[in-house]
């Protein structure tokens, strides 16, 4: 399995960015993909996932902010951010995991900046 993720950039406060992670490969149906992200120095935390079944979890800091959507024929999944802040600065990782095996599975991450 492989995730490729993209649509990071440069953005000012209060602006919008939308990054899309798709995977590809041999991937179980019944999944969870979702966004994490982690600042210099700080651990990597959870933003958003969005199982297969239509499961959602935010992070509290973003909940109204940002949407998690996927497309399961496209095994995408997307993350719309608006009213972007500069605490809201980090790399963002997409993951998968697969319901019922070992491993997780990790895009290569994009970064973030959100100027004041």
């Known amino acids: 399995v492989q995730l490729q993720a993209s649509g990071g950039g440069l953005v000012q406060a209060g602006g919008s960015l939308r990054l899309s992670c798709a995977a590809s490969?041999?991937?179980?149906?019944?999944?969870?993909m979702g966004w994490y992200r982690q600042a210099p120095g700080k651990q990597r935390d959870l933003v958003a996932s969005?199982?297969?079944?239509?499961?959602?979890n935010y992070l509290d800091a973003v909940k109204g902010r940002f949407t998690i959507s996927r497309d399961n024929d496209k095994n995408t999944a997307y993350l719309q951010m608006n009213s972007l802040k500069p605490e809201d600065t980090a790399r963002y990782y997409c993951?998968?995991?697969?319901?019922?095996?070992?491993?997780?599975?990790w895009g290569q991450g994009t970064q973030v900046t959100v100027s004041s």
């Open positions: 993951h998968l995991k697969e319901i019922g095996y070992p491993y997780d599975h």
């Open positions: 490969g041999s991937i179980y149906s019944v999944n969870v």
């Open positions: 969005l199982s297969s079944g239509g499961r959602i």
